[in-house]
């Protein structure tokens, strides 16, 4: 199995600002993916992150917005950009093991934007 | 598109009652089908997996869930609720490998127990 870390583990912003969030897997995996949760809610998924390219967006994310980096099979970051108290949520990390059959999540990251 | 429908947002039993957790979901081929449980303020527990098989899997803690495609659903149970089981649980359905395997996860069922 995969264990999955993510940083920073929780933060408060101000409006306006942009927070870059950091997901490390400790083995390699082959999909990865952002998702959100926000207060009281379901998990949403955000994007996929690709390997080497673009990341793939759900229909209501676009990349301006929550701009995606994946340079390497096992870490990736999510950028929540000019931030607003709408985007005060749980940002999780999600990926899919080599047997495509395992999914490991990370911890999650808890913003508070004010 | 995969979808997920959990149909009851509360639910309340009572300690040592029987639970079922409703589960429906639609996909274009095989899904493969997870459990999730969310306790306050803490991250998602796998519960459980169907991927193929028997249709009626085992979990953690007690818990099994029963896939029946004319139905197309997945629910839950459990045959006695402890007081610790309070909790969200969240039913989800996986693309798989041929749809990238994403993960779409329903709204949530809140589980009470009445003590």
């Known amino acids: 199995s995969a264990v999955i870390s993510q940083k920073p583990s929780r933060d408060i912003c101000q409006r306006g600002t942009s927070l870059t969030i950091q997901c490390q897997v400790d083995?390699?995996?082959?999909?990865m993916f952002w998702y959100r949760q926000q207060p009281g809610q379901s998990l949403t998924l955000i994007a996929t992150a690709n390997q080497g390219s673009e990341a793939t967006y759900e229909s209501g994310f676009v990349i301006d917005k929550f701009p995606i980096s994946r340079p390497n099979l096992t870490f990736s970051t999510l950028t929540v950009s000019n931030m607003s108290p709408e985007d005060s949520s749980i940002y999780l990390c999600?990926?899919?093991?080599?047997?495509?059959?395992?999914?490991?999540f990370g911890p999650g990251t808890r913003l508070t934007v004010l | 598109a995969q979808s997920v429908t959990q149909p009851d947002i509360h639910i309340t039993v009572s300690e040592g009652a029987s639970l079922e957790l409703r589960c429906n979901y639609s996909y274009g081929a095989t899904p493969y089908l997870f459990w999730y449980v969310q306790s306050p303020g803490q991250g998602l527990q796998l519960l459980l997996k169907y991927f193929s098989g028997d249709t009626l899997v085992q979990g953690i803690k007690g818990f099994e869930a029963e896939f029946k495609r004319s139905q197309s659903s997945f629910n839950l149970r459990k045959p006695s609720v402890h007081w610790s089981d309070a909790a969200e649980y969240f039913c989800a359905v996986g693309a798989g490998p041929g749809g990238g395997n994403k993960l779409t996860f329903g709204t949530g069922t809140q589980l009470k127990v009445e003590l």
């Open positions: 083995s390699q995996v082959t999909m």
């Open positions: 999600i990926s899919t093991g080599l047997a495509y059959n395992e999914q490991f």
